[in-house]
Nanobody
Framework: QVQLEESGGGAVQAGGSLKLTCSASASVSSLSTMGWYRQAPGKQRELVATVTGHTAKNYADSVKGRFTISRTTNWRAIFLQMNNLKPEDTAVYYC?????????WGQGTQVTVSS
């Protein structure tokens, strides 16, 4: 099973930026989907952004125009550039990997945005 390691979370003020990184422990298929989900206190986990291959990207409406997902050429790592952060972006951000019946989650990284 692919293991995922996240980094890059932290605390920023509204309007600031953060970049999250997720690295896979093993080679992954170019057809796999990797992405970011988040869970705020008392809320369900929700999709933030995903990428399949290098170019098929999907974003939650709430982050479009502010967040950008990208992937390394060997498909093993993804990044989430988060700009113009808002207090409502505060959550634990989880990396996810999916390929057919295989799925893995990272342990999560906290993002806190203060007003």
């Amino acid at each position: 099973q692919v293991q995922l390691e996240e980094s890059g979370g932290g605390a920023v003020q509204a309007g600031g930026s953060l970049k999250l990184t997720c690295s896979a422990s093993a080679s992954v298929s170019s057809l796999s989907t990797m992405g970011w989900y988040r869970q705020a206190p008392g809320k369900q986990r929700e999709l933030v952004a995903t990428v399949t291959g290098h170019t098929a990207k999907n974003y939650a409406d709430s982050v479009k125009g502010r967040f950008t997902i990208s992937r390394t050429t060997n498909w093993r790592a993804i990044f989430l550039q988060m700009n113009n952060l808002k207090p409502e972006d505060t959550a634990v951000y989880y990396c996810n990997y999916k390929r057919l019946t295989d799925e893995s989650w990272g342990q999560g990284t906290q993002v806190t945005v203060s007003s």
